[in-house]
């Protein structure tokens, strides 16, 4: 049972540069959604997607972009990436809406901006 | 802004005592989530309980909820040194498609 697979695991950019975060699915879930983690701040939601084709807005959007083209697979991307955006990211799917159900977890991404 | 905090921010205990952490938030829920989170690991979830609810089970996990402080407390029995990890609430003010996560409580259980 893979659940919630992110993809890769680490990585260091220089500023700049851009990249694409991955993560699959294999729970047939409709709602996927990218967190990142900070010490100190908790998790807090950049993008959610409800359903395949559609992204909205979480509570730090800015500087990331989100695709959502297969049902699976929920895409993040830095088009330029700053040293602010060092964290830990997080993809988590559910179901249904995050409110009424469990949210599943990959194990996340190590992003470092030099 | 956080909706849910938790409280302690850090407990250490001794293996076979219970560990209990709290959880405040800000507005109205329809239900109150809890999540573990071991170290490099992404979250697990524990226990999804209900606005109706003021009490629920599961295994060595109790979670209670009281709306009217707009509390909820997890209390883990019997502690082990596995339960070592970090323990956050989370809630979706008004129901809605965006859970809010607190900053968590680290959890140690000494050997």
């Known amino acids: 049972n893979a659940g919630v697979t992110q993809t890769p695991k680490f990585r260091v950019l220089k500023t700049g540069q851009s990249m694409t975060l991955l993560c699959a699915q294999d729970?047939?879930?409709?709602?996927m959604y990218w967190y990142r983690q900070d010490p100190g701040m908790g998790l807090r939601l950049i993008h959610y997607s409800v359903g395949e084709g559609t992204t909205a807005k979480g509570e730090v959007p800015d500087g990331y972009n989100v695709s959502r083209l297969k049902k699976q697979n929920f895409l993040l991307g830095l088009e330029s990436a700053a040293p602010s955006q060092t964290s830990v990211y997080f993809c988590a799917s559910s179901q249904d809406r995050g409110s009424n159900q469990p949210q599943h977890f990959g194990d996340g991404t190590r992003l470092s901006i030099l | 802004s956080q909706q849910g905090e938790e409280d302690p921010q850090a407990l250490s205990i001794q293996e076979g005592e219970n560990a209990t952490m709290n959880c405040s938030y800000k507005?109205?829920?329809?239900?109150l989530q809890w999540y573990r989170q071991n170290s490099g690991r992404g979250l697990v979830h524990l226990i999804l309980?209900?606005?109706?609810?003021r009490e629920k089970h599961s295994g060595r996990l109790r979670v209670t909820l009281d709306t009217s402080k707009k509390s909820s407390s997890l209390l883990i029995t019997a502690s082990r040194a596995a339960d070592t990890a970090s323990y956050f609430c989370?809630?979706?003010?008004?129901?809605?498609?965006?859970?809010?996560f607190g900053t968590g409580t680290q959890l140690k259980v000494e050997l």
């Open positions: 729970m047939n879930h409709e709602y």
């Open positions: 309980i209900r606005s109706n609810e």
């Open positions: 989370a809630t979706a003010p008004g129901g809605g498609n965006k859970l809010t």
């Open positions: 507005t109205s829920i329809n239900n």
